[in-house]
């Protein structure tokens, strides 16, 4: 309707309550419908991405992020950039929620999209130079799949942006690898 927007037509807070539940067990097709609606409202709607935190649905989304779909994990990775873009406190929680493995995994598995949304949350998401984000970047940047390694790159760089100056030139330690 052209006087009401669409957080007022889905009840504002309560739709989204509705949404994150058909995340969980629901068919695909409920689960790929609730993920795009939610998507919609992250990228047009401010009070939707606390709305969204509010309802406990970051957990939901990282899962998904590894077990949905190949459309409802672009969704769910886009929905999560839109979070974390908001504020330091609910990029805080994706990461709490395990973000960061089940974004490299789908910087690992998912498609062109779904990789570069990957790569552009991960440096949002990342603040330090933790060994085993290096590792795991550096092992898909010497794999087998030439496509993400463009969006690897981006991310390592930023990892090792964290580092001190001590583990960078430390031979053995994690950041020299990645150099």
């Known amino acids: 309707h052209d006087k009401v927007g669409i957080w007022e037509a889905i009840g504002k807070r309560e739709g989204i309550q509705l949404f994150i539940s058909f995340l969980g067990l629901s068919s695909e097709q409920h689960q790929e419908y609730a993920v795009e609606m939610l998507e919609i409202l992250t990228a047009q709607v401010d009070d939707s991405k606390w709305a969204v935190t509010a309802a406990g649905g970051i957990p939901p ?3 998904l992020l590894e ?23 609910i990029r805080d929680c994706v990461e709490r929620a395990g973000g960061i493995p089940a974004f490299l995994w789908l910087l690992k598995t998912g498609g062109p999209n779904s990789q570069e949304t990957s790569a552009k949350t991960l ?23 030439p496509t993400s390694k463009i969006h690897v790159i981006k991310v390592l760089g930023h990892v090792l942006s964290k580092a001190s100056q001590e583990d960078l030139v430390h031979r053995g330690c994690a950041a020299n690898k990645g150099l």
Request: net charge negative; with cysteine; aromatic share 2%.
């Open 61 to 63: 989304l990282v899962q």
């Open 67 to 89: 077990t949905g779909s190949q459309k409802a994990k672009e969704d769910a990775a886009c929905i999560l950039w839109n979070l974390c873009c908001h504020s330091e406190e």
């Open 123 to 145: 440096v949002k998401l990342v603040h330090t130079a933790e060994p085993a984000t290096i590792n795991q970047l550096l092992a898909l940047l010497l794999g087998d799949d």
